[in-house]
């Protein structure tokens, strides 16, 4: 489906604002917030298999709210998404999970949380090293996959 398609005009203006809400603007640490253009881009051109369920969340906000949800005052917003929040299952994750994905994946937001603008193979990253005897009791139990000789 092309980008453009994939949304209505309503709903790319209703994402536009709860993307904002999700994740706003921070002059602190110089990072736009998720209803950045090029984050909206992002999210349109890399929906495919979340497009029914981030449409379904957008149309329940939207029941929500009475009218389109970019309409709202900024009270009436927070009440509502509130609400949606409490209501909007599985919708409401996929939504929120596809902004947090192309929101952390903004070369501009990578740059301020200090990492390299790189994927993380082939050289990986290195990570402090932890406690590795809180796999003992995983290490102890029984093999659950296969049988015993």
């Not at 709860?18 to 992002?42: H, K, L, R, T």
Request: proline share 8%; with cysteine; hydrophobic share 45%.
């Amino acid at each position: 489906m092309p980008v453009e398609n994939a949304l209505t005009p309503a709903q790319r203006d209703d994402l536009r604002v709860v993307a904002a809400m999700i994740i706003p603007a921070s002059a602190e640490y110089n990072v736009p917030g998720a209803d950045d253009a090029a984050i909206q881009a992002d999210i349109l051109a890399t929906l495919g298999r979340d497009t029914a369920m981030v449409r379904a969340a957008l149309d329940h906000l939207a029941r929500l709210a009475g009218k389109p949800f970019s309409d709202l005052d900024p009270a009436r917003c927070d009440a509502v998404a509130q609400q949606f929040r409490a209501t909007g299952g599985a919708a409401a994750a996929t939504l929120v999970r596809v902004v947090l994905q192309c929101y952390y994946r903004d070369d501009r937001v990578l740059r301020s949380l200090g990492l390299e603008l790189r994927p993380p193979f082939p050289k990986g990253y290195e990570l402090e090293q932890g406690d590795w005897s809180l796999l003992d009791p995983v290490k102890a139990r029984p093999s659950t996959w296969r049988r015993a000789p």
